[in-house]
């Protein structure tokens, strides 16, 4: 079983920055992705950024410059450094890991809890 555990989210005046958390625990054999999606009411959830273990990120066109993810493989924890941040970036976050299976066939997605960044004056 894997558990992960996200944190960070809160209230942010626009312009303002916050940083995301997310790390995973229990049985991990090899991480192949972790990434951030995002969810806004009525909305479907949308991928905000990735990064592969070979070392490749991708990102939403609406956060390239704005948003960074970065991650500690000791720790098997990544992070989303958020910075001037909009309105219209207000959702719940997920953080995602991609985790090969222990007989080394296949993958298996892990989800967060979620956590609500509001971006409001």
């Known amino acids: 079983q894997v558990q992960l555990v996200e944190s960070g989210g809160g209230l942010v005046q626009p312009g303002g920055s916050l940083r995301l958390s997310c790390a995973a625990s229990?049985?991990?054999?090899?991480?192949?992705?972790m990434g951030w999606y995002r969810q806004a009411p009525g909305k479907q959830r949308e991928l905000v950024a990735l990064?592969?273990?070979?070392?490749?990120?991708n990102y939403a066109d609406s956060v390239k410059g704005r948003f960074t993810i970065s991650r500690d493989n000791a720790k098997n924890t990544q992070y989303l450094q958020m910075n001037s941040l909009k309105p219209e970036d207000t959702a719940v976050y997920y953080c995602n890991f991609r985790i090969g299976n222990a007989n080394g066939v296949g993958t298996a997605d892990y989800w967060g809890q979620g956590t609500q960044v509001t971006v409001s004056s």
């Open positions: 229990g049985s991990i054999f090899s991480i192949t992705a």
């Open positions: 990064t592969h273990s070979g070392g490749g990120t």
